[in-house]
């Protein structure tokens, strides 16, 4: 595999550029594999195999996968929050064909690129607005599987780590349904630790399965907690083992959720603060 992190691999080809004073987004590809990128700045946003889109590329787009087979999921609707390079959006149309699909992407650019470049069907029902302000807005309805792909190391999107967002997602799932969380590992991410202690405060139980970079980790969270099932996921032959957190057992959390608080509207800018993160 090509090395795809800090900006378009050597040799790959620029398909398009846009820069402003705000953002700097790049498509590029390679032949061998055939690969489609999407980046902000050096960061990858999205890759995508376009001679079989239906397989995941990144670790974490396959984790994800690999635990909702596990759990012999049948989602009658799918929310994804964040269209990026449409991995998510293409492995999960072909593994349940007869589900709705729904993107909702607050990037108008993104959207577009993902119509160029990514495959993304004219049909395709995509939502240009932010995610908590739609769940929030109860227009979009309840989902089975409801996947959140808004985060980075470095952009954090400050609303969408409070206690108030994570509600809005419970609210938005069915009762038997799953919710999924792309998050940048504490290795990257100094308020990881709060990320999750907030999670644990709105659904009670959370299972994690790191990447092997150590660079991304998938959450899973349920409206039901009994429905998270600690399932090994392998993929690429490794095993990917399950963490499994529970919020009545703060002995069994890793060190760097030992001195994290519970994030909220009120509290959220004083504590980005305490990192030199922005609010």
């Not at 690999?66 to 989602?75: F, Q, W």
């Not at 470049?117 to 607005?129: D, G, H, K, M, Y």
């Not at 994690?208 to 099932?229: G, K, R, S, Y």
């Given at each position: 595999?090509?090395?795809?992190?800090?900006?378009?691999?050597?040799?790959?080809?620029?398909?398009?550029?846009?820069?402003?004073?705000?953002?700097?987004?790049?498509?590029?590809?390679?032949?061998?594999?055939?690969?489609?990128?999407?980046?902000?700045?050096?960061?990858?946003?999205?890759?995508?195999?376009?001679?079989?889109?239906?397989?995941?590329?990144?670790?974490?787009?396959?984790?994800?996968?690999?635990?909702?087979?596990?759990?012999?999921?049948?989602?009658?609707?799918?929310?994804?929050?964040?269209?990026?390079?449409?991995?998510?959006l293409h492995a999960a149309a072909a593994e349940w064909p007869?589900?709705?699909?729904?993107?909702?992407?607050?990037?108008?650019?993104?959207?577009?690129?993902?119509?160029r470049f990514f495959l993304l069907s004219p049909e395709a029902?995509?939502?240009?607005?932010?995610?908590?302000?739609?769940?929030?807005?109860?227009?979009?309805?309840?989902?089975?599987?409801?996947?959140?792909?808004?985060?980075?190391?470095?952009?954090?999107?400050?609303?969408?780590?409070?206690?108030?967002?994570?509600?809005?997602?419970?609210?938005?799932?069915?009762?038997?349904?799953?919710?999924?969380?792309?998050?940048?590992?504490?290795?990257?991410?100094?308020?990881?630790?709060?990320?999750?202690?907030?999670?644990?405060?709105?659904?009670?139980?959370?299972?994690?399965?790191?990447?092997?970079?150590?660079?991304?980790?998938?959450?899973?969270?349920?409206?039901?907690?009994?429905?998270?099932?600690?399932?090994?996921?392998?993929?690429?032959?490794?095993?990917?083992?399950?963490?499994?957190?529970?919020?009545?057992?703060?002995?069994?959390?890793?060190?760097?959720?030992?001195?994290?608080?519970?994030?909220?509207?009120?509290?959220?800018?004083?504590?980005?603060?305490?990192?030199?993160?922005?609010?």
């Amino acid at each position: 595999m090509v090395e795809l992190e800090d900006g378009p691999p050597e040799g790959a080809t620029l398909l398009h550029e846009y820069q402003d004073d705000f953002e700097w987004l790049r498509v590029a590809e390679t032949q061998d594999p055939p690969l489609r990128m999407m980046y902000f700045e050096d960061n990858l946003h999205g890759v995508l195999n376009t001679r079989h889109p239906q397989d995941p590329v990144l670790t974490y787009v396959a984790l994800m996968m690999g635990y909702a087979r596990g759990l012999n999921l049948k989602p009658a609707r799918i929310l994804m929050g964040g269209l990026g390079g449409c991995a998510f959006l293409h492995a999960a149309a072909a593994e349940w064909p007869a589900a709705e699909l729904v993107s909702v992407e607050i990037n108008p650019r993104v959207i577009e690129l993902a119509r160029r470049f990514f495959l993304l069907s004219p049909e395709a029902r995509v939502e240009e607005n932010d995610i908590r302000h739609a769940l929030e807005a109860g227009d979009l309805g309840t989902f089975d599987l409801l996947l959140c792909d808004c985060y980075g190391a470095h952009d954090l999107p400050p609303h969408l780590m409070t206690r108030n967002f994570m509600q809005a997602v419970a609210t938005s799932l069915e009762n038997d349904g799953l919710a999924m969380f792309n998050f940048a590992g504490a290795d990257a991410n100094a308020i990881f630790g709060h990320q999750l202690v907030t999670m644990l405060d709105v659904f009670g139980r959370l299972i994690l399965l790191q990447t092997a970079e150590a660079a991304n980790v998938a959450v899973f969270a349920a409206t039901d907690p009994n429905h998270l099932t600690p399932l090994t996921v392998s993929w690429q032959e490794r095993a990917h083992a399950p963490l499994v957190l529970d919020r009545n057992d703060p002995e069994a959390w890793p060190e760097f959720m030992a001195d994290a608080v519970v994030l909220d509207d009120d509290n959220l800018s004083d504590t980005l603060d305490e990192f030199g993160l922005c609010c």
